[in-house]
Each structure stands twice: as C-alpha cells, then as structure tokens.
C-alpha cells in the first residue's frame, strides 16, 4: 500500500478474500478505492477526504475499505473503473456493484456514504448489479473488409482539424489510432503526432505526460507512464519510416533516452513517474518550473515495479526504433528488457505480471491476457529485427499458454478471457476486453506468418470475429482492432530476407514503408539463395532481389 493511503484515517484492507470474508460476517458492504502510484487525484482524495476525521469515521464504522492499486491488479481496475481515477465503488459483501463514482471531496463523500448506507438498509443485495461485460457474450459476428472500412470512417468523422488529435473534449494521445491513421489518413496522423509533441511532450526531462483535459490540448495532467510513452516512441518511429522527417524521430529518439535513464531499475523499465507533489493535483509545481530551478528540485517520484506488459511494451517500440535508426542503445535495452521478462518473469509459457520480491503481504497475478499479448507482440517483432530464433520459440510458448488457458471452456465466441476464472468479488466472471483481444491478434497474426503454423493466424480470426458485429459502433479509440482485422482480411506485405539479420539488405526490409509487413531474416540463408530477398504480396511471392535498390523498386511494383 502506497504512503498516501497509510497517512489516511481509512482503515484499509488489501484486496483479497479475506477482506470480503470479512464483509459478509460484518454483513456491510465492501468500499473499493482504485488508486494508483501516479493519480494525483487519488493523492488529493487521500489528503482531503479520506483523511477527514467524520468521514473516516463513517467509512470505517458502516463499510469494509479495500484499497487497490490498478497496476498492480489489472483485473479488478477493468471490472470496477468507475470512469476514471480514484474510483470510489460500494459493492456487496460478494463483489456485485452498488454504485460508484470517481473523485469526490469530503461533501460529496458524506452524502454518498450516507445514500449507499441507506441503500444496502433497504434493499440490500437486491440493489445489486452485474456490469453487462460480465454478462453478455460477445458480439460475434463475420470477419470482413468492413470493419477496417467503418472504423476508418470514424477517422474522419472524430478527427478535430483545429486541434489536432481525435475527439471533441479532453485528449488522449491515441498513439495506435494514429498508427492505423497512417496508413489510411496519413495527415491527420502527422497532424495529431505534431499536437501530442507540442502539447503532451516535456521539453526538459523528456517523456510525454499522459493526456489534457481541454479540447485544445490545455490542463494537461502531467503523470508519466511506461506504457504511454512506449506507445508513443513506435507511433513516432513509424511516422519517420514514412516521412523521413526528424519532427517525428527527435521526440522518439529521446523518450527513448528518457525510458532508458529515468524509468530504468537497473534491470528493466519502472511503471511511471508520478506527476509531482502540489496544492492543486491539476498543477504539478515541479513541471511548472523553469529549467534552471528544475536543476536544484527533486524530480517526481518513480515507480520502479517491473510489469510484464509494460516492459514489452517498451521493448517493441526500441525495437522498432532500431530498426529504423540503428540505435543501438535502444535495442540493447529492448534486449535486456526482454530478458529480464523472460528469465524473471515467465515459466513454462505463463507470464506473471510483475515480481513481488518478498512482500509477504503482495502477491503478484499470472496468466493475464494483456501480458500475455504485449509480450507476444515484442516477440515477435524481435525476432524480425534481430533474427535470434529463441524469440520465436519463446513466442510459441506464451502464445501456445493463452490459446491453452484464456478462451473460455465451451466458450464458441473465440475471444480471449482476460487472466484466470477465479477469484474474490467479480474475479470469477469472465470478462473479453476487445482492446487486448486486438493486440494478441495482431501478434498472432506475425507468429502465424514467421512459423507458417495456421493455428495461430486461425485463433487471431477468432479473437476478432467475437467483436465484429458491433464493429459499426466502435470508435477511433479501439483502432488497434481494425488493424488486426485489416491484417487478416488482406495479408500483410511480407518480406523474406535469405540473409543474416543486420545485413544491408535485412535493414532495408525493415525499412520499406509500411509498418504492418513482416520481415523474415534467415530464410534460405544456409542455401544458394543467400544475399537475396522476396517480397510476398497477397500470397504471391516475386522474383529473387539481391540489393537495398532493388528491394525497393519491387515493393513499390507490386503495392502501387
């Protein structure tokens, strides 16, 4: 439990059962407050409300107060998030939602203290409900062109041409959106990443802070987190593949120096930095300062817990930035990253989501879906870009464990489940988030075309089959799944190189424009094809080339 829970007057609980155990004897409901190391609202909670001596007192007194850190529990922040961060959630002594909310102030806590005390007085469980996630299959529909079609439309239809970037009130950086936006609206994708440097980027430190409030990219809230910022260093190496412009390769190549020195623990990449101590959780004092005072104040605090998903997430975007740049600080990063995930972190195909070390009182999940598919992910792409052939068997493995143990027995839907069936509270319900299902399609669609092994492409049809009749109702935020269907609906470009990974001819297959391919290193390198390369387009594979020039010239003949 972080410092700013401890210094409350809330008599906090871990997650667990024992904690609903208790509930159910004490029949009381259970109060959940999701907070996070870097929420400096979840900070300002803590210092106002929860440390309120009258509100303490009702809290401790009529419920069972659990507090849950949402990195650290992926699974209870999917099916508890009450919008945004803190959530403050009532639920029954076995999980089931009463009702809930995100930041309130102490006001505000009196008075839905005082309502969900009343509630659970006169109705008890049967004020009780399930989320429809929980309940409701997926919508399974038909793999098709169309679902590329109808989310590319949104593009258009979301983008904000004053702003830049997608929506109409606050904003996200959106980094896979701007990816799929490459692609099919490449303006509007250099115009958002132009937006995000300038409004989301920090000048000083480096790294991009998380998202602003605003339409116009004002009120930004300064927390800095792995994920995002790994996100971002691929999305912006992918808008230098195409252009060519050091606009785009500048902040990549130094969030990468960022990552690589102010989230590095000296094994692999810390979740996040906080967003600074202030008065005000909207201002951070630390990133209002000017640079010279910068120099003489401590910077925020890091959370330097190695997750899973996090750290491959940062070695795909090293990764990828290698391969465009030669930049051999980020893949000797990428590389030990991975290393550190693969020898610390995953056994027998199972990953765990982060080391606990010898906290007694925190024990860290395993078998997550969203570990299971960023690993894959920077698996497969390091065997691309590097060539060493025990990434892909190491991709086999992880892939192999989910398709084995996260789709649902006599589930016919084909999507992944989120992590283990079992648990406390909501735990045992199984819940198919679209946007994990997207990633760990999309990486078994690049397992499928590196082994030649169909089951793998055939389980990536299925996880985005279970969603695509609702696909006319998706927004630009779940783009990543209109890639994957748009990369099973029309094979990617493929690119076999009959030659070591890092030879000329290798770079430049990594270096074609279009980053949805897949680049095979080692193909036919032990015969008399060495030194040469093929480019596969719809399963038709061309003539031999043997130089950068000549590679070049093919693709563009047969992709005009």
Same mark, same amino acid.
């Given at each position: ?55 303490? $007192? ?29 959530? =403050? ?5 076995? @999980? ?6 995100? #930041? ?73 959106? $701007? ?78 120096? #960022? ?10 990449? @810390? ?49 990828? #930035? ?17 290393? #550190? ?7 027998? @195909? ?30 497969? =792409? ?31 839907? @084909? ?146």
């Amino acid at each position: 439990m972080n410092e700013s829970a401890e210094e409350t007057k809330i008599e906090w609980r871990e997650w667990g059962e024992d904690a609903f155990e208790e509930a159910r004897n004490a029949d009381k409901p259970v109060l959940l407050s999701l907070s996070a190391t870097w929420c400096a609202w979840c900070h300002e909670m803590d210092r106002e409300a929860y440390s309120n001596p009258m509100v303490a $007192a009702n809290v401790n007194d009529s419920f069972v107060p659990v507090r849950v850190d949402i990195d650290r529990q992926p699974r209870v922040r999917e099916r508890y998030n009450a919008g945004g961060f803190p959530s =403050t959630v009532f639920c029954t002594p076995d @999980g089931d939602l009463l009702t809930g909310a995100t #930041y309130l102030g102490i006001d505000g806590m009196r008075k839905v203290v005082q309502r969900v005390r009343d509630l659970w007085t006169h109705k008890g469980e049967d004020a009780a409900r399930i989320p429809r996630s929980l309940r409701e299959d997926p919508p399974v529909g038909d793999l098709s062109p169309d679902i590329e079609r109808l989310v590319a439309g949104q593009l258009d239809e979301k983008f904000d041409d004053q702003f830049g970037g997608w929506g109409d009130s606050e904003k996200f950086p959106l980094p896979r959106t $701007a990816e799929f936006a490459l692609k099919r609206e490449r303006e509007q994708a250099l115009a958002s990443l132009s937006a995000v440097r300038k409004h989301l980027y920090d000048d000083y430190d480096g790294g991009f802070f998380r998202f602003a409030e605003g339409r116009d990219w004002s009120e930004v809230h300064h927390e800095k987190l792995a994920s995002t910022n790994a996100a971002l260093v691929r999305a912006f190496a992918n808008a230098y593949l195409y252009t060519g412009d050091e606009e785009y390769r500048d902040p990549a190549e130094r969030t990468v120096e #960022y990552l690589t020195a102010t989230l590095w623990n000296g094994e692999a990449f @810390g979740g996040s930095q906080a967003p600074g101590a202030s008065d005000d959780p909207n201002v951070s004092e630390y990133y209002a300062l000017g640079p010279t005072d910068r120099e003489t104040t401590d910077a925020p605090a890091v959370d330097r817990t190695a997750f899973a998903d996090a750290n491959a997430m940062v070695a795909d975007a090293l990764l990828t #930035y290698h391969a465009y740049t030669d930049d051999e600080r980020a893949r000797t990063y990428a590389e030990r990253a991975l290393d #550190y995930v693969l020898s610390e972190l995953v056994e027998g @195909g199972e990953v765990t989501h982060f080391d606990a070390g010898n906290e007694a009182d925190e024990r860290s999940e395993s078998g997550l879906l969203a570990d299971h598919a960023h690993l894959l992910g920077a698996l497969t =792409t390091a065997r691309q870009v590097t060539g060493d052939e025990a990434y892909l068997d190491a991709a086999r493995e992880v892939a192999d464990y989910a398709l084995d143990r996260l789709r649902a027995e006599g589930d016919d839907s @084909g999507a992944f489940v989120d992590g283990p069936r079992e648990g406390p509270g909501l735990l045992d319900r199984p819940l198919r988030p679209l946007d994990h299902n997207a990633e760990i399609a999309d990486a078994l669609t690049d397992l499928a075309l590196l082994t030649g092994e169909d089951r793998y492409r055939e389980a990536a049809e299925g996880a985005v089959a279970a969603f695509a009749d609702a696909a006319d109702r998706f927004g630009v935020q779940v783009a990543a799944y209109a890639t994957a269907a748009a990369r099973l609906c029309r094979d990617p470009l493929v690119v076999e190189v009959a030659d070591d990974a890092g030879s000329d001819l290798h770079r430049a297959a990594l270096r074609v424009a279009d980053h949805e391919k897949v680049v095979i290193p080692g193909v036919g390198a032990e015969s008399d094809e060495q030194g040469t390369a093929y480019v596969v387009v719809d399963g038709e594979r061309s003539e031999a080339v043997t130089t950068p020039e000549e590679l070049s010239e093919r693709v563009a003949e047969l992709t005009e």
